[in-house]
């Protein structure tokens, strides 16, 4: 069953559900009934005739709202043979006169009269906030209450008691108007049809539904006796069959939930009155309904007992009865065992009283008349049932609609302070819903605020007490840095009711009282500028919200979300009128001007406010043509040039948009169509701002020389140069303009401003201002404030940046990016002009700007404010990258400068943080697998790898073909690896596109301008990796395996770029320790059983184990420590062996890996696994000594110590399973650490030590094999020459030989004594 549409579905959306309705061939949930067909056959001969011959529309649940009535053309019906219609009748007056539906007499509605309504205004208080009701607070002296009432109603009840002093409720009942919205409803029971009076004698006395409350005075009375004459009449004429029959039929059609509240709203008024008129009903039945009786459940038949035992009461049945012999049982409390007893009769209660809440064991809340045994369901027994269906139903959306009808008290306590429960049901988010709000706090200050209630109270404080300038501008920070946090948080402070259109109202009014310099008491009902910086920041969350800020929508109580705020005309308020003019403070009217640009600038950003611009044209310009006036004086105002450099953002985001194509949308959402929306602005509206524009930029650059006059300028400068590349990305991208057109412009535009500019020598300064001011390269000058808390997030400090900072005063970022992005945008356009251009690649200050940056130093530690200030410089970077990539196509670079391009691209890439994984692709398509980048390539690197090679004195046996051979074929396959990476480090698609939109200028699919949290860059450190790591757990998690081919190819292409990286780029594996690197390798042979034996990829890991195994390497490959992306190396290497066990047939490059570990230095535990767990691995190792890649020595030294490992090795060499023949470097390993064990004579070993040695050397002593016990005793020095591996004692030396003798001596003494 499809169901209702959803808040923000379109038109779209219903189109798609009637054709999936209609595919599925579904019943529909209306029934078209017709009297006959025309041939005069009965088309349902079982359905009653019906009065009139016309079509009618049975609706099985009609909805509690009727249908909204929108007039319609009339519409002229053709009439029946049997039946022709008067010539002279209106077709309409004639279904009107028929028609009997319900929401006929809905059709007129008259608006309620509110003339004479006493309005209560809020009692002063000398609080700040309201006081709060806690549960734990005393309830005595108040009287008890029934009803379902929550304890905030009760306590709002209370007091109003208390403050007017109201009579007993059985004084006044009778006086009192029933509330607003409540009916009552008369029916007849079946049972008690039998028992009626006769239908003619009726003694109807007034109106009791129909009361003209709402209406003007002397009209109420009059319309409500009329109305209640009408329906007397209209009763009068019926027949008794057929107002049962209508009776039945509106009950059908409410709803059953509606129905049941009518009938005990009844039953309530009677109580009522009866109680307050003491008197009895007069003779006779009336049409009301009686109170149902109590529905007793078949398995208990006692009556329901009260919650408090009475001293007469008789005693509690239990279920068991209680022994003293039990614990704590010699006092028995029958109160406290009240809980044990079976549940009380169920009983059909009103819905203004507390009702069980009863839940099957699925979670389906069961109705109240459901007699269901206590092992089928979950009953409470507690006193305040509705809180518990409140937490039960707060993690579901229908929580939105709560179960229980509250009564017209509550809703009218709760609504005065009190949120509403979609609010507190989105409030409780499942990761704070079980954690205090000071626990949250500790983690994030934001969070753990939100989780307070805070918002509301904010709003409290703004709306009614109205407290001074100070505080309101403290508060507007407040919710600024709460906006600030998130897109949660944005749209917490955006839904909260009341805040933003208080906020609008109160301080951004569309008119005010002039005011003077003095300072003002009140802010309210005055413009101010950080109530429009919160609504920008607010759009900056979202593109949705800044529609909804500047769109006025309808607000619909059952959609809050669509709600707008028409912030348009605020724009255009205070955007038309020069700020000083706007009748405020000069200071505030600057910078309200300002921030209205700004919001202005940020809507345009989603392709928004387009229309503004059409209206606001004239007030643009001129604003633009005091630009270059305001520049040219000789000191200009700091808030002038802000509001000149919003302006220019604005323009800069309006050119985009009116350059802008529409994509094709990706689902037929709402938000889809949403962002699919065409721009209001054509290029025709905006062609002509270049020649504004220009001037003022060529006003900017005269003061370039003069350093204290350029950093006054601010960011004029920079949205001078960001426009101009918006302006012509857009030229060249409309269809039906002259190419030549702007070719000529861009020639002009490099001629007479940008080449003169590169030529000046201050901006060199600029270049080499560079360092100093970079995150990475001076980490001290974005370090987190003194005052900075780690659980609070900022962007700064109290005191503001340091000059010499990504953000001061004197950064040369913004204008040199800004400059960058320009010169692409023109090297894009004009493919010309890219050797001019690339003048600006080869400043020394940006040269020594990149040999910075590809230094090893650390990395800055990741904070809000270094993430984003890294993100700046790392735009920069990219973009300086770009051009030298697309001037790299035109012209030939050198081999100095391609080798730095590349570099500092590798770098980059694994440096880039979220939000920037439209660079990272780009990366990956140009610049870090482009061979004009790898001049080693094409300039004898190659060659010079093999010449390395065998100069190499550390290398053992050559495993593989030659170095050079394998770089070589690298080099021709890059297309192949560029697609191989592409495919394994491709990021998450979202994001991807989110950063596309945003850094391309498409302005149509920008979800946000809010920055991701940054926890780490996009990319691992082992990136070159990941292809290899992608195999290994693929093929863990398919049993089957993987296709040949594509792990054939995968793995090819990765170790040939880890092969260049080795080789050419050793700085970009910096990061990735040596250990990891051989953890990564064995991977391959990990995958399945026959990869490694593949010739490719056996000499591309011979070549990278060589690389590992260099002098200058081997020092740094540590097993013992914590390896990144490994949670154990003797995991690792244990399933390493039981690979290579299994499946390695005495392959050489596998024994080879296996043997690495195997080092003395490195853990002994490593070496417990082969030999005591593995032992059969050891027929398998038969790399010969001459290809061992390390030397023989590092096995040797020092003499072994561990005794569990000298027994193995000697259990392995008296068993044969250790033999030369087929293991001959473990051999020679295992045969020198048991001589020198057997020899050794330190005094300070154990007990257990010496016994072990005596046993050990008595035993090689008696061996049998004299080989293997001549090797024991005659062990001299390893020497991976000799075809055993090492050197043997013609003779033993003396004091081993005397040694051995007086061992030799002692077991022949006790073979003696014991015969």
């Known amino acids: ?11 779209v959306d219903l189109l798609r559900f009637q054709s999936q309705f209609l595919a599925a061939g579904a019943a529909p949930a209306v029934q078209l009934v017709k009297k006959g067909s025309r041939s005069g056959g009965d088309a349902n001969p079982d359905r009653p005739p019906l009065q009139d011959h016309r079509d009618v529309v049975m609706l099985d649940n009609l909805p509690d709202l009727p249908p909204a009535l929108v007039p319609a053309p009339p519409k002229r019906a053709r009439p029946s043979p049997g039946h022709p219609l008067p010539e002279h009748e209106d077709p309409e007056e004639r279904l009107n006169r028929h028609d009997k539906h319900i929401t006929a007499v809905l059709t007129k509605i008259i ?18 906030f309201p006081p709060v009701f806690h549960r734990s607070q005393g309830r005595q002296g108040k009287p008890a209450t029934s009803g379902k009432k929550s304890i905030f109603a009760q306590e709002i009840a209370a007091r109003r008691a208390s403050e007017a002093k ?12 029933p509330p607003e919205g409540a009916a009552t409803y008369e029916a007849i029971t079946p049972r008690e049809q039998g028992s009626q009076l006769p239908w003619n004698s009726y003694s109807f006395q007034g109106p009791h539904l129909v009361t003209g409350k709402g209406l003007k005075s002397q009209e109420a009375e009059q319309e409500a006796q009329t109305i209640h004459e009408e329906n ?12 049962l029959q209508e009776q039945q039929r509106l009950l059908a059609q409410l709803d059953p939930s509606l129905v049941a509240f009518l009938r005990s709203h009844s039953r309530t008024c009677e109580q009522a009155e009866e109680k307050a008129t003491g008197e009895q009903r007069p003779g006779g039945r009336s049409a009301e309904v009686i109170g149902e009786e109590p529905i007793m459940p078949t398995s208990s038949s006692e009556p329901r007992q009260e919650d408090e035992l009475e001293p007469g009461a008789p005693a509690l049945a239990l279920p068991v009865t209680p022994q003293k012999e039990w614990l704590h049982m010699d006092t028995v409390e029958l109160e406290k065992l009240h809980w044990t007893q079976d549940l009380p009769p169920l009983r059909r209660q009103q819905t203004q009283e507390r009702m069980q809440a009863r839940f099957s064991l699925q979670g389906e809340l069961l109705a109240p008349s459901v007699d269901l045994p206590t092992h089928l369901g979950l009953h409470h027994h507690g006193e305040e049932a509705e809180e518990l269906l409140d937490s039960t139903f707060s993690w579901y959306h229908g929580a939105l609609v709560f179960p229980l009808m509250p009564s017209q008290e509550d809703k009218e306590g709760e609504d005065e302070d009190e949120e509403p429960l979609a609010e507190k049901a989105k409030r409780k988010s499942p990761e704070e819903g079980n954690r205090p709000p000071s626990d949250v706090a ?9 989780a307070t209630n805070l918002l509301p109270r904010l709003r409290y404080l703004l709306e009614v007490t109205c407290p001074g300038p100070s505080a309101v501008l403290d508060i507007l920070a407040v919710l600024i840095r709460l906006a600030r946090h998130s897109l949660e948080s944005a749209t917490r402070v955006l839904e909260c009711p009341r805040l933003i259109e208080t906020v609008i109202q109160e301080f951004l009014p569309t008119s005010w009282s002039p005011m003077g310099v003095r300072p003002t008491l009140s802010l309210h009902r005055v413009p101010c500028a950080p109530a429009m910086k919160l609504l920008r920041v607010l759009a900056s969350a979202g593109r949705n919200i800044a529609a909804r800020l500047l769109i006025l929508i309808p607000r619909l109580s059952a959609q809050p979300q669509l709600s707008g705020f028409d912030l348009r005309s605020r724009l255009c308020r205070f955007i038309a009128e020069a700020p000083q003019d706007l009748a405020l403070p000069p200071e505030e009217a600057e910078t309200l001007s300002t921030e209205a640009f700004r919001l202005w600038a940020v809507a345009a950003s989603y392709g928004q406010g387009g229309d503004l611009y059409r209206e606001l044209y004239p007030v643009l310009t001129r604003a633009l043509q005091a630009v270059p006036k305001e520049l040219s004086s000789p000191s200009p105002q700091p808030l002038a040039l802000q509001r000149a450099a919003s302006l220019l953002t604005v323009l800069t985001q309006l050119t985009l948009a009116a350059g802008s194509t529409i994509p094709e949308p990706r689902s037929d959402s709402a938000e889809a169509s949403l962002s699919s929306t065409p721009s209001s602005i054509t290029w025709t509206q905006v062609s002509g701002l270049q020649p504004l524009v220009e001037p003022c930029l060529r006003q900017t650059l005269k003061l370039l020389p003069r350093p204290e006059m350029w950093s006054a300028l601010g960011p004029v400068p920079t949205a001078c140069l960001l426009f101009l590349d918006a302006y012509y990305q857009a030229w060249s991208q409309q269809p039906g303009l002259c190419p030549g057109d702007w070719l000529q412009d861009t020639e002009r ?9 590169l030529s000046q020598p201050a901006l060199g300064r600029l270049w080499h201002s560079l360092g100093c001011c970079s995150p990475h390269c001076n980490p001290q000058s974005c370090a987190p404030a003194p005052e900075a808390l780690p659980s609070l997030v900022s962007l700064g400090c ?26 692409n945008t023109l090297g894009w356009i004009h493919k010309g002009l890219c050797g001019q251009l690339a003048a600006v690649l080869g400043a020394p200050g940006l040269q020594n700007y990149f040999l910075q940056c590809v230094a090893p130093v650390s990395a800055p530690h990741l904070t809000p404010f270094s993430a984003w200030a890294l993100r700046h410089e790392y735009h920069l970077q990219h973009l300086a990258l770009a051009l030298a990539q697309r001037v790299a196509t035109i012209q030939p670079v050198s081999a100095t400068s391609a080798a730095l391009y590349h570099s500092m691209a590798l770098a980059l890439l694994s440096r880039l943080l979220p939000g920037s994984e439209h660079l990272a692709h780009e990366l990956l398509l140009s610049c870090v697998f482009r061979l004009e980048f790898l001049p080693e390539g094409a300039a004898g690197g190659p060659e010079a790898a093999d010449f390395s090679d065998r100069l190499s004195l550390g290398s053992g046996g050559d495993l593989g073909c030659e170095r050079g051979t394998l770089l070589a074929q690298a080099c021709q396959d890059l297309p192949s690896i560029r697609s191989c990476y592409l495919t394994h480090c491709s990021l998450a698609r979202a994001s991807l596109l989110a950063s596309q939109a945003l850094h391309r200028g498409e302005l149509q699919q920008v979800p946000a301008l809010l920055l991701p949290v940054a926890k780490g860059p996009l990319l691992p450190t082992d990136w070159p990796f990941l292809p290899l790591i992608q195999l290994y757990h693929r093929a863990s998690d398919s049993p089957s395996g993987l296709p040949p081919a594509d792990t054939v190819g995968t793995a090819m292409r990765a170790l040939q770029w880890v092969l260049v990286l080795e080789s050419w780029r050793p700085q970009a594996l910096r990061a990735v320790p040596p250990a990891a690197r051989l953890a990564r390798l064995m991977c391959v042979f990990l995958v399945d059983s026959e990869l490694f034996r593949e010739t490719p990829i056996q000499h591309l890991v011979a070549a990278l184990l060589a690389r590992l195994c260099q002098p200058e390497v081997l020092p740094n490959l540590n097993l013992d420590c914590p390896l990144p992306g490994l949670t154990s190396f003797p995991d690792l290497y244990a399933n390493f062996l039981e690979h290579f066990e299994a499946v390695s047939f005495g392959d050489h490059l596998f024994g080879a890996l296996v043997l690495l570990p195997l080092q003395r230095r490195f853990s002994v535990t490593l070496r417990l696994a082969l030999f005591g767990e593995h032992v059969g691995a050891l027929r398998a190792l038969g790399l010969p000594l001459t290809q061992l890649p390390v030397s023989l020595e590092s096995y040797t030294a020092p003499p072994e110590d561990n005794l569990a490992l000298l027994q193995l090795y000697f259990r392995a060499l008296v068993t044969g399973a250790l033999q030369s023949r087929w293991c001959p470097v473990l051999y020679a390993v295992a045969v020198a650490h048991v001589n020198s064990f057997i020899f050794c004579q330190d005094p300070k070993s154990s007990d257990e030590v010496k016994a072990a040695r005596r046993s050990m050397l008595q035993k090689t002593w008696l061996l049998a094999d004299k080989g293997l016990r001549q090797h024991l005793l005659h062990y001299k020095l390893p020497n991976s020459a000799l075809p055993e591996g090492f050197e043997l004692y013609p003779q033993l030396p003396p004091l081993r030989q005397q040694y051995l003798q007086k061992l030799i001596s002692g077991v022949l003494q006790n073979g003696v004594s014991e015969t």
């Open 232 to 243: 007397v009449a209209r009763l009068q004429a019926m027949a008794p069959e057929e107002i």
């Open 166 to 177: 109201v009579p007993p409720v059985g004084a006044v009942a009778s006086t009192l108007d």
């Open 442 to 450: 500790r983690h994030d200050v934001i969070k753990g605020l939100l």
């Open 111 to 128: 608006e309620r009269d509110t003339s004479s309504v006493a309005v209560n205004l809020p009692v002063p208080s000398g609080v700040a």
């Open 749 to 757: 535009l490099s001629e007479e401003l940008l080449l003169p500019l």
């Open 1 to 11: 069953m499809l169901s209702r549409p959803k808040p923000g579905e379109s038109e």
């Open 798 to 823: 109290a005191g503001g940046h340091p000059p010499l900072s990504l953000a001061g005063s004197a950064s040369p970022f913004p204008f040199l990016t800004a400059l960058l992005s320009l010169f």
